[in-house]
């Protein structure tokens, strides 16, 4: 089993930037892939990017290419989402996710992910 808490949303003007963090305890080790997904009110939940612990290859959004950056340490304990230049349209609610093994043609694909995090909150004002 793995927990996952999600830290750092919060109120930002359009054109700021928030980092989010992402904490990993239980069997961590055993993940092979985390990433974060965003949910809108009245939206579908919708991946944002992703990470592969093996060898640090990361995978974005089209939306948010070039805006935002996913890291993470070594460890497999922690996971960062570097979000700049936000928009209004980012509003959502953010989660944090993990996988024990995913196809990578799936990555962007929610129902892949075997852990979530409670999610926190990112609003960006226009």
């Known amino acids: 089993q793995v927990e996952l808490v999600e830290s750092g949303g919060g109120v930002v003007q359009a054109g700021g930037s928030l980092r989010l963090s992402c904490a990993a305890s239980g069997r961590a080790d055993s993940t092979y892939i985390m990433g974060w997904f965003r949910q809108a009110p009245g939206k579908e939940r919708e991946f944002v990017a992703a990470i592969r612990w093996s060898d640090g290859t990361t995978y974005y959004a089209d939306s948010v290419k070039g805006r935002f950056t996913i890291s993470g340490n070594n460890a497999k304990n922690t996971v960062y989402l570097q979000m700049n230049s936000l928009k209004p349209e980012d509003t959502a609610v953010y989660y944090c996710?993990?996988?024990?093994?995913?196809?990578?043609?799936?990555?962007?694909?929610?129902?892949?992910?075997?852990?979530w995090g409670q999610g926190t909150q990112v609003t960006v004002s226009s």
């Open positions: 996710a993990a996988a024990r093994w995913i196809m990578l043609t799936r990555v962007s694909s929610p129902g892949q992910y075997d852990y």
